[in-house]
């Protein structure tokens, strides 16, 4: 077999856990390689804590997973993978590890013996905080309550299955001497919010962030990595969240040199309008921004401004004050900043008030920390992109309009003047010194993690006019996206990232593509679905919440017919609780409220999985045609657009999934590898991506980094229902967009798409040929997608 292309021409994402480990995988292979992908894109390798089923809490970076099958797994399946002509990409965690000390022997050192440790470096721990001692956030209630379950082992603390190192010649110490004398404080676990004094992922205290911008910590910990890359066993990297560094450009850059240029990606956000910045040597991002653009072609703009009026007068006024995105986004920030985020708020407060208390600049002394504070929180919560990334980037992060608003928050218009100090130190105003340093690069991390937790943790679960719209990286306040908007992505795509990722379902996807496209079509039926749902809810009680309600009928619309009733239920009603815990309104992780969750269980129950759930149901059924024409639509857009694309385990078919863990569940393979679906026949869908898989394998260069994008416009009554594109002048797709709206306006009509130059195939129906102008019904007679070869002249 030839060796697999430096550059994959597609990738398929395979979901590793102990019950999906590296030899069920290496027996996959057969039937992976034979949907013609280039490369295996593997969930992290590294071990983890034990059990974990998704492997981003790694506990030791210089060894493969033993629970997966370990160094030598890996190593067959790559082999494995070889002979079939595939190579692997894996992803990698640099910003964090696990937080669990008798599984981290890191950690372990560093608790035992404290800032001197050679691996004290390794973390980002604030030791001047909390007396020098390192505070765990493990205890199930105060100190006082849970005394008497610690126990000394040895020269081990032991608090039920939690172990901890005691500092040499401390474990004969009566208890409170003896907490007192180590680098480390258990606590009660509601601590961790307003107390914590080290660096975690996101708000999960689970997970201390890492000193990745240290060169030392960097070589330490993709050692193993680096040695699997030279070594041959893989081939190319994703990054996790390369947000939370301190450095992401410079750690990019050192990744870059080390991996000698390997094909690498980032798990980058991108907001509306924002690009990738240009000076990272990366192929580009993981694909949400593919994710986004692709979605709102299926969606009707007009239809979702209908659809949102309908929401307001179905939640109102239960909503988060009356569905306002912006609004909403606001509100999530700020209850994030001072709850779940408390700790880093905390952080980056002292950092600016030690800097301008010892700053030699007159203009930056006498700020008081709540006036700094005040105005860091109301600069943060403006930010409409994940972070900046230097003092030139942040002036088109923190504008000026951002801190005009900001200074009106205070009573006092002298204490105002924070907001300028703040915005100054950002611009780098202040000189660029450790210290400045330092206060931008917390800014950053914190407002990485605000802007996760504030739009994707909290606001999707709280503005749910249109559940496919809150998706990673979206824009649920205006998704839709055009031909023309598409198109310009697209070309920009080729032109500067052509080897980027790209990707319609992920693990971390709120709902996989083909819940999504279902989805999507009430933007073109928005009066339709409010009377059915008035229907259906009619009677049915109780309701806990009208926004609540909303989505939930909208979940069970989404997900359809799936499995057995009993199943379906408990994915939905375990969905809809993760939702309300998100959403923060009634109920959450920390605070939960079983009064309220019982209701909402109850009402899954009795409603959308019970009697009154079939007017939804048949409302989807009988919308299925214009959701087959999504779900092929997206699909083949996706696989034949510019960029790499990814599939998520199990998508080739027609793949339903709800929000993790319901969409990390092992894949299905048969004994053979071969899909596993009994009956030896395949979806359209299936149909479809192998039919564009194949036609990417043969013809690299039509797709590849050297290709070109050409827009290809329909004419006519019903033009702007055709999306289409040429590939290099030799290949092109066209579908169906809008699919119920164009039968409701009475059908493709006299709408034609001219075709470049020559004569077409069409690859999935041998002996349809093209050319020149050819009529869109005829076009689409058999189906909503079209994909077609150019002919040999």
Known sequence: MPPAPAVPTATYRLQLQPDFPFSAATTAVPHLAALNISHLHLSPVLEAVPGSRHGYDVVDPTRVREELGGEEGLRELSRTARDHGLGLILDIVPNHM???PRHNPALWEVLRDGPSSPRARWFDIDWEAQGGQVLLPVLGGPLGEEADRLKVDGDVLRYHDHAFPLREGTAGLPLPRLLDAQWYRPVWWRLARTELNYRRFFSISELIGVRVEDPEVFAATHAKILELLHEGVVDGLRVDHPDGLADPGGYLRRLHEATGGRWTVVEKILADGEGLPASWPVAGTTGYDAL????????????????LDRYRAFAAPQTDRGGDWDATVRRAAYKVLTHELAAESDRLTRVAARLCATSPETALRDRAPWALRT???????RLEVYRPYSPEDAATVVTEEAAAEARRAFAVPEEAGAVDVVRDLLLGRYGDGPAQAEFRTRFAQTASALRAKSVEDTAFYRYVPLLSATEVGGE??????????????CARVQRDWPATGTVLSTHDAKRSADVRAALHVLTECPGRWADVLAEASRGVEPVP??????????TVFGLGPAGDE????????????KHVREAGLFTSWTEQEPPYEEAVARFVAAGPCGVPGRKVAELREALEPHIRANVLGAALVHLTMPGVPDLYQGTEREHRALVDPDNRTPPRFGENGDGGDGGGGRSEKEAVTRAALALRAR???VFGTSASYEPLAAVGPAADHCLAFARSGEVVTAVTRLSLRLAESGGWRDTRLPL??????????PGREFEREVRAAELFAASPVVLLERLPE
């Open 545 to 554: 919440d009208g926004q609540l309600a909303w989505a939930a009928w909208q």
């Open 756 to 765: 470049p130059r020559g004569r077409w195939a069409d690859v999935r129906e």
């Open 699 to 701: 013809r690299p260069e």
């Open 292 to 307: 986004r653009h692709v979605d709102g072609l299926f969606m009707d703009p007009a239809g979702f401004g209908e659809l």
């Open 566 to 577: 009993r199943a379906r239920e408990e994915r939905v009603r375990e969905a809809l609780l």
């Open 476 to 489: 649920p306040g205006d998704p839709a996206v055009g031909p023309d908007r598409f198109h310009a992505y």
């Open 375 to 381: 105005a860091l929180t109301e600069l943060l919560v």
């Open 98 to 100: 696990a937080m669990s």
